[in-house]
């Protein structure tokens, strides 16, 4: 490895770490929802980590039966909302179609009627330090292998243009 790359690795992990040690959780695809229960509606908030909606995500609705009940998009507030008919365990997801996604758990304790839902989490969860740190290292180690490629390449593009010959200049 040339002097000039190995400071450049050198710098780049430095860099890295900085920022992992002092940088707020990442979140990868970060996603979370909110419920806003009332009068038998349910409606669920879909948002990015950052708190932008996911507006007109598709949303599909399963009830406890297996069931897909309702399939839609959120409106452009990130909000889906439906009427359960049945008691049970109700799984509402929403997609992008980005790669972003999430999926809310509902229990409806009797029908049409939701009382005191266990919410569970949304699935904003935060990639561990470690994890972030390993795949900013592969990132930063990635784009230097493309620029060493690149500047092979280029080299080999110079040494063929010229017939493979040196070109001494008097």
């Given at each position: 490895?040339?002097?000039?790359?190995?400071?450049?690795?050198?710098?780049?992990?430095?860099?890295?770490?900085?920022?992992?040690?002092?940088?707020?959780?990442?979140?990868?695809?970060?996603?979370?929802?909110?419920?806003?229960?009332?009068?038998?509606?349910?409606?669920?908030?879909?948002?990015?980590?950052?708190?932008?909606?996911?507006?007109?995500?598709?949303?599909?609705?399963?009830?406890?039966?297996?069931?897909?009940?309702?399939?839609?998009?959120?409106?452009?507030?990130?909000?889906?909302?439906?009427?359960?008919?049945?008691?049970?365990?109700?799984?509402?997801?929403?997609?992008?179609?980005?790669?972003?996604r999430s999926a809310a758990v509902i229990p409806v304790v009797r029908d049409a009627v939701v009382l005191q839902p266990t919410v569970t989490a949304g699935s904003d969860t935060p990639l561990p330090p470690a994890v972030a740190v390993v795949l900013g290292l592969s990132l930063i180690g990635n784009l230097l292998h493309v620029a060493d490629v690149w500047r092979r390449r280029s080299r080999r593009t110079t040494a063929s243009s010229d017939g493979g010959r040196a070109v001494s200049k008097h």
């Open positions: 490895m040339a002097h000039w790359q190995q400071s450049v690795a050198q710098s780049a992990i430095v860099l890295a770490l900085m920022l992992s040690w002092s940088a707020p959780a990442a979140h990868g695809h970060g996603v979370r929802w909110t419920l806003d229960n009332g009068t038998g509606v349910i409606v669920l908030a879909f948002t990015y980590s950052g708190g932008s909606p996911m507006a007109f995500a598709t949303t599909t609705v399963t009830g406890p039966d297996g069931l897909v009940h309702q399939r839609g998009k959120t409106d452009r507030s990130g909000r889906v909302a439906f009427v359960p008919s049945l008691a049970g365990t109700w799984h509402i997801v929403a997609s992008d179609g980005m790669g972003h």
